[in-house]
């Protein structure tokens, strides 16, 4: 199975920094990875595809890129709504596997 | 607007079963793979099972092969979980979610939990 080893585990931030969020996975999986924002009480959000593509209706302030097997979300100019918990998903290879998840609080 | 509502959680004694289902709405329901996710209180998410469009095909992990049965009735646009020999690993919320690649929308869930 193909491991997703995401950090950090939990970060704070101000309103209008930049985060930067990664995951890293235990072999290649091309572009095929995937972010997901979860708000406290509510069902997981797609934010990025493929890697680096905005899915509909996400902030531009999110954009995701890849340098080898490491995978990056940069949340630019935080803002209060962003508060929540991100996984990367990794969508290679059978069993599909999640990324133990980032949670992020605004200061 | 594309629209997923599960049902049929509930508490359930160790080594029962248990039957969710998935209601779909807003988009053409037998032209997609789908999924369900599940998450533990407190816990990450884990994928559970995934289902071709025509029902062909059936994908799970280790932790439920064998245990959980994963259908689709597209006549109904409904999608189905069918849960055996559930152990206490398995309380979680479990979504129901379109999967063409990623899990592209999700459910609200639904929460199983499996005590005595």
């Known amino acids: 199975d193909i491991q997703m080893t995401q950090s950090p585990a939990s970060l704070s931030a101000s309103p209008e920094e930049i985060v930067t969020i990664t995951c890293q996975a235990s072999q290649d999986i091309g572009n095929w990875l995937a972010w997901y924002q979860q708000k406290p009480g509510k069902s997981p959000q797609l934010l990025i595809y493929?890697?680096?593509s905005l899915a509909d209706g996400i902030p531009s302030r999110f954009s995701g890129s890849r340098s080898g097997t490491q995978y990056s979300l940069k949340i630019s100019r935080l803002q209060v709504e962003d508060t929540g918990i991100y996984y990367c998903?990794?969508?290679?290879?059978?069993?599909?596997?999640f990324g133990g998840g980032t949670k992020l609080e605004l200061k | 607007e594309v629209q997923l509502v599960e049902s049929g959680g509930g508490l359930v004694q160790p080594g029962r079963s248990l039957k969710l289902s998935c209601a779909a709405s807003?988009?053409?329901?037998?032209?997609?793979?789908m999924a369900w996710v599940r998450q533990a209180p407190k816990k990450g998410l884990e994928w559970v099972a995934t289902i071709s469009t025509s029902g062909s095909r059936t994908y799970y992990p280790d932790s439920v092969k064998g245990r959980f049965t994963i259908s689709r009735d597209n006549a109904k646009s409904s999608l189905y979980l069918q849960m055996n020999s559930l152990k206490s690993e398995d309380t979680a919320t479990y979504y129901c979610?379109?999967?063409?690649?990623?899990?592209?929308?999700w459910g609200q869930g639904v929460m199983v939990t499996v005590s005595s």
């Open positions: 493929s890697a680096t």
């Open positions: 807003g988009f053409t329901f037998s032209n997609y793979y």
């Open positions: 979610a379109r999967h063409p690649g990623s899990f592209d929308y």
């Open positions: 998903l990794q969508r290679y290879s059978n069993p599909w596997t």
